[in-house]
């Protein structure tokens, strides 16, 4: 009965716990739209661009998605200060808030597509991605056309970064779901009609990715939040001070998060090959959704704990933790479940094409299940802003993980470097609840509350 009573949501008429049981169920939604138009995507862009060209694409992307890094911080720190000032009652800054990081942004954004600019003309892709000579003229288009709307986007992106401010991560949800839904779409009429390429395929993903982001942005800053809409008038040197020195605590951390995790494909490719990024991804896609579906629940809880702890409820966050620590037990037993069925899944989902690794998909389960049990208090810890020995620990991590993974990687191939990454998720373990706790006995000091 004790179990049963743990697993209801907490009966409460709060407006935060409204809003908190609201967005999850959307955001659980949503998700199974964005995993099923993600899951449908892989078989057709395999099946028309093959295993080595979709592990170029995926070595790309990765590359792409570093730098959403340059946001310095400010998309965390914007999420931060807006969620406290809101709580607070500090209306009159919020408008500041908002031109201001949207200006910069911009001015970031520019300067970096102008280096990419710059670099192309002396950067080789093809060895960059251990690609085949012969894409070397559709790979430099594609990058710019990736470039280009990754910067674009890049900006807009500051209309899910207010949502998920607000309190409303549910309406972020729906603009990725509109992307995914678009994408898999436009590679399906790419394929009917013959354009199989890695460039068309490319275009389309990128162009996909960024229209809903487009029209959120004009939509709702004409009607919703049309009066904190970026005015140039409202931009403020004191403002940037303000979510900067916030912003790029998470920067650091988002730069040593990139090492950790985000060099694992290059490290795969240039050590196992790039068919082994493929088999490395999907699995990693495959085992992903326990991971999508747990991030889901907690995504609110970043704000929410803002909020709380800003009017001193700490009971609220109490309860809501205890409540995740038994959804992290059922994405457990998931988990085991999804390595059992994987041969059925992997047959129905991908026919002959890849057949599942159990080595590899339990070491993957192993790191998925290590990273949620710490993302469950780390969100909180980013939510309050106490977040110094975060990166103190992180940066640590990141300094050993790439020679640590090219080491196992020898030795072990595709299983050593997963290992490295297991090892880092294993000590987060043991800091990331203690600080947890000791900020909310009010008992933290020194680095354990910068």
């Known amino acids: 009965m004790k179990f049963l009573k743990k697993i209801k949501f907490?009966?409460?008429?709060d407006e935060r716990s409204i809003k908190y049981k609201k967005n999850s169920i959307v955001l659980i939604f949503c998700q199974i739209i964005?995993?099923?138009?993600?899951?449908?995507?892989?078989?057709?862009?395999l099946k028309y661009i093959g295993v080595n060209?979709?592990?170029?694409?995926?070595?790309?992307?990765?590359?792409?998605?570093?730098?959403?890094?340059?946001?310095?911080?400010?998309?965390?720190?914007?999420?931060?200060?807006?969620a406290e000032a809101k709580a607070l009652g500090n209306y009159t800054d919020l408008n500041n808030y908002v031109s201001t990081t949207f200006y910069v942004l911009v001015i970031i954004s520019t300067i970096i597509f102008l280096l990419y600019l710059i670099t192309n003309i002396f950067v080789d892709w093809t060895v960059i991605l251990a690609a085949p000579s012969y894409i070397r003229k559709d790979l430099n288009i594609l990058i710019s056309v990736v470039f280009f709307t990754f910067c674009l986007r890049f900006v807009f992106n500051i209309i899910p970064i207010l949502l998920t401010a607000d309190q409303d991560p549910s309406l972020a949800a729906i603009i990725n779901s509109s992307s995914n839904l678009l994408s898999l779409l436009g590679?399906?009429?790419?394929?009917?009609?013959?354009?199989?390429?890695?460039?068309?395929?490319?275009?389309?993903?990128?162009l996909t990715q960024l229209f809903p982001f487009i029209v959120a942005y004009f939509l709702l800053f004409r009607t919703r939040y049309r009066h904190i809409a970026p005015r140039i008038s409202k931009f403020n040197r004191s403002?940037?001070?303000?979510?900067?020195?916030?912003?790029?605590?998470?920067?650091l951390i988002q730069i040593t998060g990139l090492i950790l995790f985000q060099t694992n494909n290059f490290i795969i490719a240039h050590i196992c090959g790039l068919a082994e990024v493929t088999e490395f991804n999907i699995s990693y896609k495959y085992?992903?959704?326990?991971?999508?579906?747990?991030i889901t629940i907690l995504n609110p809880l970043w704000s929410a704990s803002t909020d709380a702890f800003a009017k001193k409820d700490f009971d609220w966050i109490f309860k809501w933790i205890e409540r995740l620590k038994i959804c992290w037990w059922i994405m457990v037993i998931s988990g085991i479940f999804m390595i059992v069925v994987s041969p059925i899944v992997f047959d129905l989902w991908l026919g002959k094409l890849i057949k599942p690794d159990f080595m590899l998909l339990f070491m993957l389960f192993l790191y998925f299940a290590s990273i949620t049990r710490t993302s469950m208090f780390r969100f909180f810890i980013n939510g309050v802003g106490k977040i110094k020995l975060q990166f103190y620990i992180t940066a640590i991590q990141a300094i050993l993980h790439v020679p640590l993974a090219i080491i196992l990687g020898k030795f072990y191939g595709i299983y050593g470097i997963l290992g490295a990454m297991i090892l880092w998720?294993?000590?987060n373990i043991i800091w990331e609840?203690?600080?947890?706790?000791?900020?909310?006995?009010?008992?933290?000091?020194g680095i354990w509350n910068i």
């Not at 964005?34 to 862009?45: D, F, Q, T």
């Not at 979709?54 to 200060?81: C, E, M, P, Q, V």
């Not at 085992?287 to 747990?294: G, M």
């Not at 609840?433 to 000091?445: D, E, H, T, V």
């Open 10 to 13: 907490i009966k409460s008429d």
């Open 287 to 294: 085992l992903s959704i326990l991971y999508i579906f747990f």
């Open 239 to 251: 403002s940037i001070q303000s979510i900067a020195t916030l912003g790029i605590r998470y920067f």
């Open 187 to 206: 590679v399906y009429i790419l394929g009917k009609y013959n354009f199989n390429t890695l460039l068309s395929f490319g275009i389309c993903l990128s």
């Open 53 to 82: 060209e979709y592990g170029i694409w995926i070595t790309l992307t990765t590359l792409i998605a570093w730098f959403s890094f340059f946001d310095i911080g400010l998309g965390n720190g914007l999420r931060n200060k807006y």
């Open 34 to 45: 964005s995993l099923a138009s993600s899951m449908l995507l892989v078989p057709v862009v």
């Open 425 to 427: 998720n294993l000590t």
């Open 433 to 445: 609840p203690l600080q947890f706790k000791r900020i909310m006995s009010q008992n933290a000091s």
